[in-house]
């Protein structure tokens, strides 16, 4: 079974400075993609970034980039330049792509402070 | 092109009522996930169907949870009857699954309150 572990439950940044978030997960599938979801308060959940388990090519997207290392099981969120905008809960998830199955971890609560 | 809808948006019912969600996807979207998201915690899938067939209801609580699809369109998700425990916030996502499109879609859930 596949697992999705985030052990960071919160964490807090300066406006403007760089955060990481940490993600790790557990399988012995190789088709597979993987997700960074953000959850505003009382907003609903969007797609911050995704990475193909296939490609080795880090994803980036504007501030937002993933440190994907495929052997250690691991995809890290990194967020440049945080905005204030940014403040939200962060959902690593794994989706396995035979089935369409997504697993989320328990999230990361980011406060960007002012 | 519009989004995930879901009604209603909250939902307060006593222990041992029924209630019903109900969700339309996005158009043309093929695959319709129903998590429960209890406060804190990520959210937890229920069932998964594609077009009108379920792919996986492995997590979805049986003697109480029941969810149909109909035509391959819109979704409903029944709790008969509710326990204290059911209190979460239920999302109904969708996806596309072709053109190399495979990120969910989520409404804005449904929040469930079980006194």
């Known amino acids: 079974a596949q697992t999705v572990t985030q052990s960071q439950p919160e964490m807090s940044v300066q406006e403007a400075e760089t955060v990481t978030l940490s993600c790790t997960y557990d399988?012995?599938?190789?088709?597979?993609?993987l997700f960074w979801y953000k959850q505003p308060p009382s907003r609903q959940m969007i797609l911050v970034i995704r990475q193909e388990a296939y490609k080795q090519q880090n994803a980036t997207e504007n501030r937002f980039s993933v440190n994907f290392q495929k052997a250690a099981k691991s995809f890290s969120l990194k967020i440049s330049d945080s905005q204030l905008g940014d403040t939200a809960m962060y959902f690593c998830?794994?989706?396995?792509?035979?089935?369409?199955?997504?697993?989320f971890g328990t999230g990361t609560r980011l406060k960007v402070l002012a | 092109e519009a989004g995930v809808a879901q009604s209603p948006r909250y939902k307060i019912i006593e222990k041992r009522q029924s209630v019903a969600f109900w969700c339309n996807p996005i158009s043309g979207h093929a695959t319709l996930y129903w998590y429960q998201q209890i406060l804190g915690q990520g959210p937890k899938l229920l069932i998964q169907?594609?077009?009108?067939?379920?792919?996986?209801d492995s997590q979805l609580p049986k003697d109480r949870f029941s969810a149909e699809r109909l035509k391959g369109v819109d979704s409903t998700l029944k709790i008969q009857p509710a326990k204290l425990e059911d209190s979460a916030v239920y999302l109904c996502a969708s996806s596309l699954w072709a053109g190399g499109s495979y990120e969910q879609y989520f409404g804005p859930g449904t929040r469930l309150t079980v006194t």
């Open positions: 998830a794994f989706m396995n792509g035979g089935t369409y199955k997504y697993i």
């Open positions: 399988t012995s599938e190789n088709n597979y993609y």
């Open positions: 169907f594609q077009n009108n067939g379920v792919v996986d």
